[in-house]
Structure formats: C-alpha cells, structure tokens
C-alpha cells in the first residue's frame, strides 16, 4: 500500500502535465512508496492521451478519464474512493500548489494533524479581483453557514481517517472544502507562496462561481429559508403599522386613504417577494430531486494503473 496517494483532478491541462508530473517525482523521491492518481474530466484537449503515456512510463502514475465533464469536485472524489495511500494529498493541476509543498504538508501531518491544508500567503491577483474574491466569500460563509477562508484551496494533506469518513458522504452536491470542514478533524495550515498559473486560464467564470455558491448554500444551509421567513414577517409588521397609520390619518383628520398608484406598487412589491420566496423553496425542492435519484456522482469510461 502506497504511504503517499496525490490525486490530481485534470481538465484542458495539456500543456502543463508533463511539468506536473515531472515535479512531482522530483519532490517525491523521499518518501518510501507513493502514487499519483491523474483524474481526465472530459476536457476537450489531449490530456488523456498524454496520461496514457505518462502512466505507461512510470508505474507511480495512474490514470482515470471520466465518460463527461462532472466537474473538479467530483474528480476528487474519484480519486479520494480510489486513493490507497496511509496520506492522501489533494491538489491542483495547474501548478499554482507547489509539488514541492507535499514533503512540508506531511511533516506537518506527523506531528498529530488528521490533516494539513496550505493556506497562501497572499493572492498576487489584482486589487479588484481580491476584493471580490473576499466579498464572495464573504457572502458564501454567511449564508452557507460554513467559515471558509478564501486564501485555501483545495490544496491538503489527510489520514486515511479522514478519507474513508469522506467517501461516505455521497450526496449529489459537492463542495469538497465544505464536506471535509464539516467532519471537524483536527487541522493545522502552513503559509505556501502562491504561484501563477502555469499555462491557460481558470475553467471557473463568474458563472460557475455562482453556481458553485448557490449549490453549497443550498447543500449546506437552510438559512435563505430562514431569512424569507423573517423578511417576510418585518414586512407584515411594517404593513400593519401603515395601515394603523393609514386608519388613524382618515378617522382624526378626515384625510383620504392613498389612491391606485400606492396601492399597485404595494401589490407588486409583494408580488415580487413572494415570487422570489417561491423561487428558493423551488430551488431546495429541485436539488432535493437530484437527490433521491440516487445516480453515481461521477462514471469512469477508461481506467489505467489501477
């Protein structure tokens, strides 16, 4: 059994596989026995073909090529369920994680961490690009109800403990820091130097980040539920103390009750708040249907090494 497993979750990496993996031998050299699991996630490049070859040239190398694109979180699970190592090291593939860190991640995890997350020093992203990266966040913790610190990544080291409680957890939507924050494992961090990109650009638009923030919110939290709620009872009360108003200025002064235009935008200003009420409860409603499907997270059209 392997006492290291990294698993690599792979998507339009062409140009930077052979870097990667050249890296991560060099950094790996130390360490008894070790594997690299490299998940292909349905990219429209040759990142498989060239897997092929890496895991052919070296046995350490593994290779898994998903029939579509699922996604990266669910390209670590893959990996995570075929993991054999005692320590299992989760990063990316774009170079920004140093392969050169893992040797400090498991040192650290020997002193009695369950696991071991980098946490970067400092973005070097322009200043707008960090202020809406914080502000996102920001807004991710609160109505998730998760303290996710938006210097981490995926970027960790964990015991086979953490990793077997881990792949119990199968439901639908996966946010990968989230469900390992959730278990509440004894962690420590060490500060890594961020790096740039080796090559291309993050597959993660403003779009998909939303995407991404709306299913962790949904999958970790009923707070939007609970807010409609509140909202809708401060709008109630406010309602009410108008209308005692309302009655009060036309019993004592004879004054009249405001006419269509008050009363119109009052009915769309509701209509609006319940719409978007309905909206959240469709929302819940909906990922609880993906749900009890009960379809596999992810399917394997090609397997090689393992």
């Not at 006492?3 to 930077?16: G, L, T």
């Not at 994680?97 to 970067?120: C, N, Q, S």
């Not at 509140?230 to 004054?255: A, M």
Request: net charge positive; glycine share 8%.
């Amino acid at each position: 059994m392997p006492v290291i497993s990294v698993v690599v979750p792979v998507y339009n990496a062409e140009k930077c596989l052979n870097e990667l993996c050249s890296r991560l031998k060099e950094s790996l050299t130390g360490i008894n026995s070790y594997e690299v699991i490299l998940i292909e996630d349905g990219g429209k490049d040759d990142s498989w073909k060239l897997i092929e070859q890496i895991v052919k040239s070296d046995p350490h190398f593994k290779g898994i090529k998903f029939s579509r694109n699922f996604g990266q979180h669910y390209g670590i699970t893959a990996g995570l369920d075929y993991a054999k190592g005692d320590w299992v090291v989760v990063m990316d593939c774009d170079l920004q994680d140093k392969p050169e860190d893992i040797t400090r991640l498991y040192e650290k995890a020997k002193d009695g961490f369950e696991m071991v997350i980098a946490r970067r020093v400092r973005r070097n992203d322009f200043f707008l690009k960090r202020c809406s990266a914080i502000l996102f966040y920001r807004f991710l913790n609160y109505l998730a109800d998760i303290h996710y610190d938006y210097r981490i990544r995926n970027f960790r080291i964990m015991s086979r403990n953490v990793v077997e409680n881990f792949r119990l957890m199968r439901e639908n939507l996966r946010f990968f820091g989230g469900l390992v924050d959730w278990m509440g494992y004894p962690t420590a961090y060490i500060d890594v130097e961020f790096k740039q990109r080796f090559s291309g650009k993050s597959s993660y638009n403003f779009r998909s980040l939303c995407k991404l923030a709306i299913d962790t919110i949904v999958a970790y939290s009923d707070k939007p539920l609970r807010l409609s709620i509140t909202f809708g009872f401060i709008i109630s009360f406010l309602s009410f103390l108008v209308g005692i108003y309302v009655i009060y200025r036309k019993i004592f002064f004879g004054i009249p009750i405001m006419g269509w235009a008050s009363l119109i935008v009052s009915l769309y200003f509701i209509g609006g708040i319940i719409i978007t009420v309905l909206g959240i409860i469709g929302l819940y409603l909906g990922k609880a249907f993906y749900e009890i499907k009960k379809r596999p997270l992810y399917i394997i059209s090609e397997k090689i090494g393992l």
